[in-house]
T-cell receptor, first 117, second 115 residues
Framework: AQKVTQAQTEISVVEKEDVTLDCVYE???????LFWYKQPPSGELVFLIRRNSFDEQNEISGRYSWNFQKSTSSFNFTITASQVVDSAVYFCALRSYSGAGSYQLTFGKGTKLSVIP | NAGVTQTPKFQVLKTGQSMTLQCAQDMNHEYMSWYRQDPGMGLRLIHYSVGAGITDQGEVPNGYNVSRSTTEDFPLRLLSAAPSQTSVYFC??????????????FGDGTRLSIL
């Protein structure tokens, strides 16, 4: 069975601090994809990044960076110099096989990040 | 660009009532799906469709029906609303199977309360 675990339910940091959101996944597939989504207080879901299982290069996009480690089945997300606008719920997701040639996204339960000014 | 449009944004129902949540996308995506989001549960897949005329069940399908008569529309029907179906519902679409090289595009959500 596919599973995504985000052990941190809520995190609070002071503005300008760095923060890392953890994501651990389980899958039997050798080919899979991992995603991070952001859900701000307004409620919409915003796609942040995707990573396939063959590409373990870390990625940096502005203040955001992602550390993918297959050895530990983790796909952690770091925000550097956090800002109040980063306050949101962040979801990690795993592409999983649902049968009949179709795949679905399995979501973690989310981590609520609060950045305090 | 409209993207994925969900209507209504808010709805209150009485137990036993039926209703349809609408979802439409204008990106010619084959793949559409419905999720529900509950506190502490993340997003859970209800039903999905890989193309017009094809639907299948997700993780939590009971109490919901879907149909896909066109590529653009993927309505979700609550047959007899129950308080346990109080949730926020998200519709999503993508070009092909979600994942691979394409992210899913999400609608803004429908907040549904069942009294």
């Amino acid at each position: 069975a596919q599973k995504v675990t985000q052990a941190q339910t809520e995190i609070s940091v002071v503005e300008k601090e760095d923060v890392t959101l953890d994501c651990v996944y389980e899958t039997r597939d050798t080919t899979y994809y991992l995603f991070w989504y952001k859900q701000p207080p307004s409620g919409e879901l915003v796609f942040l990044i995707r990573r396939n299982s063959f590409d373990e290069q870390n990625e940096i996009s502005g203040r955001y960076s992602w550390n993918f480690q297959k050895s530990t089945s983790s796909f952690n997300f770091t925000i550097t110099a956090s800002q109040v606008v980063d306050s949101a719920v962040y979801f990690c997701a795993l592409r999983s096989y649902s049968g009949a040639g179709s795949y679905q996204l399995t979501f973690g339960k989310g981590t609520k990040l609060s950045v305090i000014p | 660009n409209a993207g994925v449009t969900q209507t209504p944004k808010f709805q209150v129902l009485k137990t036993g009532q039926s209703m349809t949540l609408q979802c439409a996308q204008d990106m010619n995506h084959e793949y559409m799906s419905w999720y529900r989001q509950d506190p502490g549960m993340g997003l859970r897949l209800i039903h999905y469709s890989v193309g017009a005329g094809i639907t299948d069940q997700g993780e939590v399908p009971n109490g919901y029906n879907v149909s896909r008569s066109t590529t653009e529309d993927f309505p979700l029907r609550l047959l007899s609303a129950a308080p346990s179906q109080t949730s926020v519902y998200f519709c999503a679409s993508s070009y092909s199977n979600p994942g691979s090289n394409q992210p899913q595009h999400f609608g803004d959500g429908t907040r549904l309360s069942i009294l």
